[in-house]
């Protein structure tokens, strides 16, 4: 299985609600990603987490929140957002990160802030 | 900063055509380089992953070639079909840089 699952598929939200983007995986892998993506841009990075623990947030804005409850799960909670953060948010896991092992993504989270 | 370049941007092909992307990176310090496939509106799925270590790998129609020490890649598409219509993105990983820097990606279609 080299499965790694994004919940929802699609999200519409306003600019004042809160909400959370769910990713998992049964891989047995220790670093999780988020990435985003634009149209026609490629995947930018905005945070992994190694063993559970983050460590690394590529500078993103406070009303991204990840939070990685076990080894298996990995959220992204969201509130406050603007319009231009409207994308497709990705989810990726691998066996360790930096370990030169292939990176597994999910079909990703489509988000509109309206 | 690692760089890495795809070219063409863009690319149409007849089926049946055999056919080459090219993607190039500015340090060669890398672990690996992975080319990903993405349909529009989906994730990436990865096709090739080569280690530094390796010149190639293979897997079906597909074919990518390695040259660490000139900062090249190539993925051959043997005998093109409409169904591999979708962006093609190369990735490299290497120490230094925190996970997968990625090129802009190649759109190929492949028309029947």
Same mark, same amino acid.
């Given at each position: ?23 998992? %995986? ?10 985003? %993506? ?9 945070? *992994? ?32 957002? %603007? ?16 370990? &030169?092992?292939?990176?597994?993504? &999910? ?5 509109? *802030? *309206? | 900063?690692?760089? +890495? ?7 149409? +092909? @007849?089926?049946?055509? #055999?056919?080459?992307? #090219?993607?190039?990176?500015?340090? =060669?310090?890398?672990? #690996? ?6 349909? @529009?509106?989906?994730?990436?799925? =990865? ?15 597909? #074919? ?5 020490? =000139? ?10 079909? @409409? ?8 990735? +490299?990983?290497? @120490? ?13 279609? +492949?028309?029947?």
């Amino acid at each position: 299985d080299t499965e790694v699952t994004q919940t929802p598929k699609h999200l519409v939200m306003g600019m004042t609600n809160k909400k959370s983007l769910k990713c998992e %995986q049964h891989m047995g892998h220790r670093a999780m990603y988020w990435y985003k %993506q634009k149209a026609k841009k490629p995947p930018e990075l905005m945070f *992994v987490y190694s063993y559970e623990k983050l460590s690394i947030n590529e500078s993103v804005p406070s009303r991204f929140s990840p939070e990685c409850p076990n080894s298996s799960l990995l959220n992204l909670h969201l509130h406050a957002l %603007q319009p231009e953060d409207s994308a497709l948010y990705l989810c990726a896991s691998s066996s360790n990160q930096g370990s &030169g092992n292939t990176i597994y993504f &999910g079909e990703g989270s489509w988000l509109t *802030v *309206v | 900063k690692q760089e +890495v370049t795809q070219i063409p941007a863009a690319l149409s +092909v @007849p089926e049946g055509e #055999n056919l080459v992307l #090219n993607c190039s990176f500015t340090d =060669s310090a890398i672990y #690996n380089l992975q080319w990903f496939r993405q349909d @529009p509106g989906k994730g990436l799925t =990865s096709l090739l992953l080569i280690q530094s270590s390796q010149r190639e790998q293979t897997s079906g129609r597909l #074919n990518a070639s390695l040259d660490k020490s =000139s900062g090249r890649s190539t993925l051959y598409i043997a005998a093109s079909q @409409p169904g591999d219509s979708a962006t093609y993105l190369c990735a +490299v990983e290497g @120490p230094g840089y925190s996970t997968l820097t990625f090129g802009k990606g190649t759109m190929l279609l +492949v028309s029947p």
